[in-house]
């Protein structure tokens, strides 16, 4: 098969867009959708990358610090230690080699050193836990490090999986914030890989040769996450463009609610911006804080 803009051989065929792509042709669109998504937001000054060293943070930070590095922009890659044995130690050392081969500044935090956790030693609900504690810790490095912005490495398939899974629970209000304006003491997101199909994004860092880490986490990302995306995966297919519909959809409906940034106070235990008295990750380390004290009774 042969590429449709140059006649040379296709690596891709994008069923959604009925195209054979060629490599360069293949990159220079992966490139164009993130381009689009982060031009979306004014970013200057110093721009966070949240990055696991998985393939997604991996083409993220690399396209960015491609795209940034010659415009005054500096990025600041940000690794969290969740305290994952085996999985973490193996990440980090592909992490290191890429930021190495980017020259970008890179930070990494640790569970251990701002909450004392490591998700190893929990006994239930791993993912939940670590999902809020890495939020709130991405959150806090990117402020210390004067970030703007904290580009996130969520691709197409992540988002639309969220975005129907929210649907199928009726959590509306989830949906609503999955996008919102910047608040006080909130870093700005950004998903450069929003639009990017998962495929399209480990067929990019594989042909341009990133350092990626394979390790998959082995806490499972939860059951009904897993069975929306075997859905989507078998929707796919046969309506090309599910995945792109369900997420451009959400930015419309967005777009036509009028959405006032929702008031934040400060969380009483540490100061971050919390929704109720504590903020999230503080009301959860003191849940663990109680069983811990109770199981050492
Ligand atoms: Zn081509
Ligand atoms: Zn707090």
């Known amino acids: 098969m042969k590429c449709d803009k140059c006649s040379a051989p296709a690596v891709l065929f994008q069923r959604y867009s009925g195209l054979h792509l060629c490599k360069a042709h293949f990159f220079a669109d992966v490139e164009k959708k993130i381009k689009k998504e ?8 110093t721009l966070a990358v949240a990055f696991s060293g998985g393939k997604d943070s991996a083409v993220a930070l690399s396209v960015l610090s491609d795209l940034f590095s010659r415009r005054g922009v500096e990025i600041v890659a940000i690794t969290v230690d969740e305290g994952i ?7 980090l050392e592909s992490a290191a080699m890429l930021v190495t081969e980017l020259g970008v500044r890179w930070q990494v935090a640790s569970f251990e050193e701002y909450f004392d956790v490591r998700v190893d030693r929990l006994d239930e609900r791993p993912c939940t836990v670590c999902g809020i504690l890495r939020r709130s810790l991405l959150n806090r490095v990117a402020k210390t490090v004067g970030a703007s912005t904290l580009a996130t490495g969520h691709n197409l398939d992540d988002e639309a999986q969220t975005v129907l899974m929210n649907y199928l629970r009726g959590d509306i209000d989830r949906l609503l914030r999955l996008d919102h304006p910047a608040k006080e003491g909130l870093v700005r997101r950004v998903k450069p890989l929003k639009y990017v199909p998962e495929k399209e994004v480990a067929l990019y860092a594989v042909l341009k040769g990133i350092p990626i880490s394979l390790d998959e986490c082995r806490y499972s990302a939860g059951v009904f996450r897993a069975e929306v995306r075997s859905v989507l995966n078998e929707l796919e297919p046969k309506h090309a463009g599910t995945k792109y519909a369900l997420v451009k959809g959400l930015e419309r409906i967005l777009g036509l609610t009028r959405r006032e940034p929702f008031q934040l106070g400060h969380c009483l235990q540490c100061g971050e911006p919390a929704v109720k008295a504590l903020c999230q990750s503080c009301e959860i380390l003191r849940g663990l804080q109680s069983r811990g004290n109770e199981a050492a009774k």
């Open 38 to 45: 982060v031009r979306k937001e004014r970013i200057e000054g």
């Open 85 to 91: 044995a085996g999985y973490r130690d193996k990440a």
